[in-house]
């Protein structure tokens, strides 16, 4: 492994732009968590435009800044409020709730930040070992093997995520239908342009992202938008006593790597990360009765899990070029948009970029632990902006970005029609994450596809006879074997905290 | 406690509530009529062979895939599974919105941002979020204005617009 670069991504890292831009992500991030409504999916798709005159590095600083600063965010008006402002951080509110009602709201927010900040940097450095490796393995793959590749990712977002598999197939089939609106990628046929000049070159992933999970999020939350205002319990300091630290300083160190493992997992994520690291606090507990009644350990564990597996989640984008989530389905938008292709050969044509914002993580979890400790106050206080005056300055501030993209209007109607879509697809039970990521593989796979059934001569069952692509194959056979098992816990999980009123977004 | 409790209560009055049968129904059928269209579609370009695919082929392999997961939705979930939500009187204010976004869409590029902004702004405040007359006013110049000073002054976003400094 090459360290000079690792080392000079740490001056990437430390420009003072770039500290600026990694503070601006992080401090947006942690906003985002704390209001419950838009997720850090729909913020980043709404600041794509913003971040087209970026350099590259600042721009994907800045974005996964508010990726994971969200996860911290979440977790503050999960144990005061048992608003979870983020599903991640669902199973915290169970625990934390109850310490904040007992009066221990302080060292709750405590031990989460000081468990999220470990579980976050445990994850990059790992991850600083672990992503060459991949890289390297992955450079060899061809057409056959990202086809295998890119269908896993597809089908673990749609198993692992919320809702029904089936749903999320159909979900993810019509993101890749269309993704084939404009040019054949390999023949420069037109298809699906209906005659119009304005599909020619294609949906911009920008538009599909702001529409589905900007405007479509906006659209829903007005249909369920009296939500009572509630009372802010008092927390003193977030300052754990030492006690505290010794109940769970084993917790988060299993959380971190249960995190970790399950981030890389494409559609495992930060969520059923958090819910896995909850389940196997309980089952390792002497007395699990305690939880839920105010376990620290049931703070520490999940909040360690969902920091360290926002950050492995990475890894999958940043090494083989397949979105893990629908953040990163964005994010994978935002490189491309700059003109970086997210994939094995990252590392090696652009390792400023991948170094830069690999190292700036560092940077990001110590602004954050910094930042959530004194600033929680005043983070609680923005929960007393109503949600009605924040949803019509996030759509002006949506469209505004949509026109500057082309300056063009009919991406605008696009947007709106994709926001209906999105709210539509949300009452009808399908989930948006998988279209999205669908709709940012489609080419890929569908190039990807057609490359390889030439080589392959049509023949099909090559895919499985090829060596690389025949493990890949088996991979995505073991992965239908594991996914059930954790749909089961996750189910158990999100049972127990529906069961103790804790509603997610 | 007592606090609480209601808390819980009214929690759960928001919960959405089920969709019917028709839902659960249209949820498959929505994916099947689409990926038919789209399968017909894929036939007027040319399909080739899986040696050598033509543009049609894999919409195709797309569009076969939405109508079967289609028909599966019907047979799984409509029968066993409520993961619908129903449509509430919500409804007609999100169909409101999209229809004000739409109208907002179209003036942009004839009268520039300024106007519309203020007159989506006011509205959206005033009838969807119930903000009281003077509030949605007073917010709707200023933010306006602060997204003018941001994204014309600030970001230079060639933004159609008719006050001019």
């Known amino acids: 492994m090459d360290f000079s670069s690792v080392l000079s991504g740490f001056t990437v890292a430390f420009e003072w732009q770039n500290i600026l831009f990694c503070l601006l992500g992080v401090t947006v991030g942690m906003l985002i968590g704390v209001l419950p409504g838009l997720g850090p999916a729909a913020t980043i798709a709404i600041l794509l435009p913003v971040t087209y005159n970026l350099e590259p590095t600042a721009a994907v600083i800045m974005l996964a800044g508010i990726f994971y600063g969200a996860q911290y965010g979440g977790t503050i008006t999960s144990v005061l409020l048992k608003l979870p402002g983020e599903a991640s951080t669902v199973v915290t509110a169970l625990d934390g709730h109850a310490l904040a009602r007992r009066g221990q709201a302080g060292p709750a927010l405590g031990i989460a930040a000081i468990a999220s900040f470990i579980g976050g940097t445990a994850s990059i450095i790992l991850l600083t070992f672990i992503a060459p490796a991949l890289a390297g393995v992955a450079l060899a793959f061809g057409p056959a093997e990202y086809t295998v590749l890119a269908l896993i990712g597809i089908f673990l977002v749609g198993t692992l995520g919320n809702g029904s598999v089936i749903k999320s197939a159909a979900a993810a089939a019509a993101g890749l239908l269309l993704a084939t609106v404009g040019l054949d990628p390999l023949l420069g046929t037109p298809r699906f342009t209906f005659g119009t000049d304005q599909l020619a070159d294609g949906i911009d992933f920008t538009i599909v992202a702001m529409g589905l999970f900007g405007v479509g999020e906006i659209l829903y939350n007005l249909e369920h938008r009296d939500r009572p205002q509630t009372g802010v319990p008092s927390f003193g300091r977030a300052i754990p006593s030492r006690l505290h630290w010794l109940q769970s300083r084993l917790a988060i160190l299993r959380g971190s790597v249960t995190g970790f493992i399950l981030g890389i997992l494409p559609g495992g994520g930060a969520t059923m990360s958090s819910l896995v690291a909850y389940a196997v606090e309980k089952r390792t507990a002497k007395d699990p009765s305690r939880f839920g009644k105010g376990a620290i350990e049931g703070v520490a564990g999940p909040e360690s899990a969902n920091n360290a597996a926002a950050t492995s989640s990475f890894i999958p984008l940043l090494t083989l070029g397949i979105p893990a989530n629908a953040t990163m389905a964005v994010l994978f938008g935002a490189l491309m948009l700059q003109g970086i292709t997210p994939g094995p050969q990252l590392m090696s044509d652009h390792p400023d970029v991948f170094w830069g914002v690999v190292n700036s993580m560092y940077l990001g979890n110590i602004l954050l632990l910094i930042l959530s400790i004194p600033l929680i106050g005043l983070f609680v206080r923005m929960l007393k902006v109503r949600p009605g005056i924040l949803a019509p300055i996030t759509v002006v501030i949506t469209m505004i970005g949509t026109y500057s993209i082309r300056n063009n209007a009919f991406d605008m109607l696009l947007v709106i029609g994709l926001g209906l879509l999105g709210y539509g697809m949300r009452k009808l039970g399908f989930e948006p994450g998988p279209f999205v990521l669908a709709f940012v593989l489609g080419s890929l796979l569908e190039a990807s596809f057609r490359r390889s059934m030439r080589i392959f001569g049509g023949d099909v069952t090559e895919y499985v006879k090829q060596p690389v692509s025949g493990t890949l194959v088996a991979i995505l056979v073991l992965t239908v074997v594991i996914v059930p098992l954790l749909r089961k816990v996750r189910t158990r999980q999100t049972a127990g905290a529906e069961a103790a009123g804790v509603k997610a977004d | ?165």
């Open chain 2, 1 to 165: 406690m007592a606090d609480t409790e209601l808390e819980a209560a009214q929690e759960e009055a928001d919960e959405p509530r089920a969709g019917g049968r028709v839902q659960s129904i249209a949820a498959g059928a929505v994916p099947v009529v689409l990926g038919g269209v789209a399968a017909w579609l894929s036939f007027g370009l040319n399909i080739g062979s899986l040696t050598e695919p033509g543009p049609g082929l894999w919409p195709l392999i797309v569009a076969g895939l939405l109508v079967a997961s289609g028909i599966g939705i019907i047979a799984v979930t409509a029968r066993s599974r409520r993961d619908t939500e129903a449509f509430t009187r919500g409804t007609i204010a999100v169909l409101a919105a999209a229809g004000g976004l739409a109208v907002y869409a179209s003036l942009y590029e004839i009268v520039g941002f300024e106007v519309p902004t203020v007159l989506l702004m006011f509205a959206w405040l005033r009838f969807l979020s119930r903000e009281s007359w003077l509030m949605s006013a007073i917010l709707a110049v200023a933010v306006t204005a602060a997204a003018y000073a941001l994204f014309i002054i600030g970001l230079n976003v060639p933004l159609p617009h008719v006050i001019v400094f």
